[in-house]
Structures are given as structure tokens and as C-alpha cells.
């Protein structure tokens, strides 16, 4: 007898991901969020958390400027680089960066004034029953009246299916290797997942060497998401579609919502 195949976990992945983590986002995304972040938390007082805090792309821009960023990730390969960068750390506050599952944080209640889920972290979660535990963890260690902002990939569904596509080329420093991404992106749209398999070339003289892994992220609208807030404890304040603080609509390249804990 065959057996089902085994559904993903939505931390699939990230380990092999982590060697070409910051090649890739340098050449697509970049530092463009950076300052928004920046903006959200260099007033506050006290720690701030950030969920999937990966090789500190976020974090230690942050930490540079002043910020105490209590940073959580489960992959040990993406915490080893943003370990690295911390010690290349010449200024600002030092961030504790721990290795978590972020549905069982190890942190105190009401530690926090602001939290923070960049870059669609949190459609990482692949069922309801794990977002459901880690917002409730997020108002656990929340203070009352502390901000969480987070970001959602815009519109999953809308990503057109494609196979074996090369989608980025370049070296990862001047006289570097030469790296390739060969991409495809399928839809599950019976679960509601958009998986992305990636396939990494390497070539360095005569030496190759392949990665291939698959990343999934699970749909997540902005009204199913403010729900899922207020059910958890939050109050949505506001709904941005840029990271110069414009307003939302669903054609919007970027989906971030504000949300203050009550009660």
C-alpha cells in the first residue's frame, strides 16, 4: 500500500535556503522595507520582537540604529549568518537572536511594546490551527496597548503557475561564483498554497554545486488576516500598501497591517 504523500511544514526548506537567502533578496526586495521598520520601532522603549528574524536582513539595520531586537527563528543555518553579522556589529545595541519555533515563544509575558513579522513570515504557518497558536503567543508576550506590525506577500493567488524558469543570474561578490536560480511556482489551491521549488546552480571554476528545496506559503487576504487579529486579541489600525505609509487596496504591491493589543 503507497502512502500519502507527507504535507509540508511551512519551515520546509529554510535551512537549505539560507546559503542564498541575502544573494537573492539583494537582487529583488533589497533594503526597500528596511526603513519603514526602522520608522516603526526606533521609538520604542524596550525590546522589540521580530518574528523569522532569518540572517538579520531586518534585525541588524535595526540594532545598528539603536534598536533592542529580539530576534526568533527556527532555522539554525539562517541564525548562524545573522550571527555572523552580529559580530561584525560595530555600533547600536546587540540583538538577541534566538532559535524558536515561533508557535512556542521563549519569551515572559507582557515583554514586549512592539512586534514585528516582516516579509510574509507569518503565511509561512500552512494551517490554521499553527497561525492561531502563534498570534496567540504574539498577545502573550505583547504589553497592553503594544503595536504589531506585519507584512503579508501580496496576493499569492495571482501568481501565474510556471516550470523550470530561470529567474536571477548574477555573482555573489566581484569575482565570486556565479550563481542561478531556476524557479518554478505551483498552486494548491485546494489548500490554499502557493509553493515555490527553487534550484540553486553554483559554479565556481569547474565545480558545481545544486540545491534544490521547495518554499510555501499559505493564502492569506487582508480581511482574513484582521480576523484572525481581533479574534487573537488585536485591534487593526491601519492597513498600508507601501512602505511610505500609503493606503491599502487589493491591487497594492504591499500589504502591511498595524495592530495594537487590547484588553
Known amino acids: 500500500m503507497s502512502r500519502k504523500p507527507r504535507a509540508p511544514e511551512g519551515w520546509h526548506g529554510w535551512d537549505d535556503y539560507a546559503a542564498f537567502y541575502d544573494w537573492e533578496n539583494a537582487r529583488t526586495l533589497g533594503r526597500r522595507d528596511v526603513p519603514f521598520w526602522l520608522r516603526m520601532t526606533v521609538a520604542v522603549r524596550g525590546p522589540v520582537l521580530e518574528l523569522g528574524c532569518g540572517t538579520?536582513?531586518?534585525?541588524?539595520?535595526?540594532?545598528?540604529?539603536?534598536?533592542?531586537?529580539?530576534?526568533?527563528?527556527?532555522?539554525?543555518?539562517?541564525?548562524?549568518?545573522?550571527r555572523r553579522r552580529v559580530r561584525r556589529q560595530r555600533r547600536g545595541v546587540p540583538p538577541d537572536?534566538?532559535?524558536?519555533?515561533i508557535r512556542h515563544l521563549p519569551c515572559q509575558d507582557a515583554t514586549?511594546?512592539?512586534?514585528?513579522?516582516?516579509?510574509?513570515?507569518?503565511?509561512?504557518?500552512?494551517?490554521?490551527?499553527?497561525?492561531?497558536?502563534?498570534l496567540a503567543e504574539v498577545a502573550r508576550v505583547m504589553r497592553p496597548d503594544g503595536f504589531f506590525g506585519l507584512e503579508l506577500v501580496a496576493d499569492l493567488p495571482a501568481w501565474g503557475e510556471y516550470k523550470r524558469r530561470v529567474s536571477l543570474r548574477g555573482r555573489r561578490s566581484p569575482g565570486g561564483s556565479q550563481v542561478t536560480l531556476i524557479e518554478s511556482v505551483r498552486q494548491d489551491r485546494t489548500r490554499g498554497l502557493t509553493i515555490f521549488d527553487q534550484e540553486f546552480v553554483e559554479r565556481k571554476g569547474r565545480a558545481t554545486r545544486r540545491r534544490a528545496f521547495a518554499l510555501t506559503f499559505r493564502t492569506l487576504s487582508v480581511p482574513q488576516m484582521a480576523r484572525r487579529l481581533a479574534a487573537a486579541g488585536f485591534e487593526v489600525e491601519a492597513v498600508l500598501g507601501d512602505y511610505q505609509g500609503g493606503p491599502w487596496d487589493p491591487r497594492a504591491e504591499v500589504w502591511i497591517l498595524l495592530a495594537r493589543r487590547i484588553g
Open 56 to 82: 538579520g536582513r531586518v534585525t541588524m539595520p535595526l540594532a545598528h540604529e539603536g534598536v533592542h531586537v529580539v530576534g526568533v527563528d527556527r532555522s539554525a543555518e539562517m541564525l548562524d549568518r545573522a
Open 112 to 134: 514586549f511594546r512592539m512586534a514585528i513579522a516582516p516579509y510574509g513570515i507569518l503565511q509561512s504557518l500552512l494551517s490554521e490551527r499553527d497561525l492561531k497558536a502563534t
Open 97 to 101: 537572536l534566538l532559535r524558536a519555533d
